[in-house]
């Protein structure tokens, strides 16, 4: 299983950007996709989760990106996207997606420790200005 990530780039604040990870390799609708940053000098850390479809594609986002980031996905595209709205310097890391089949862990419905996930996209920088 393989994921590429892209879409990073150099915005200001405020601005939007799309992060895209498409995956390789593996039965997609069958993975649960997330989304994690590194920000130099810190540890990696969770920014969004996605579902597979047979869990409805449930959501859940950390709360200093809830209401500005969105995750969507498309099972015939085999891709996840990050939309990213209203982005602020502190947003400014390496963005990186990864995978693992939704399910694995039984009684969680979102997985949010980087240790859960088994896929992971070699990852796309983000960089915003004041």
């Known amino acids: 299983v393989q994921l590429q990530a892209s879409g990073g780039g150099l915005v200001q604040a405020g601005e939007s950007l799309r992060l895209s990870c498409a995956v390789s390799?593996?039965?997609?609708?069958?993975?649960?996709m997330g989304w994690f940053r590194q920000a130099p000098g810190k540890e990696r850390e969770f920014v969004g989760f996605i579902g597979s479809g047979w869990r409805g594609r449930n959501t859940y986002y950390t709360d200093s990106v809830r209401g500005r980031f969105t995750l969507t996905r498309d099972d015939t595209q085999d891709t996840v996207w990050l939309q990213m709205n209203s982005l602020k310097p502190e947003d400014t890391a390496v963005y990186f997606c990864a995978s693992l089949t939704d399910g694995y862990y039984p009684g969680l419905d979102v997985y949010t420790s980087q240790w859960q996930y088994e896929y992971w996209g070699q990852g796309t920088q983000v960089t915003v200005s004041s």
């Open positions: 390799g593996g039965t997609f609708s069958n993975y649960a």
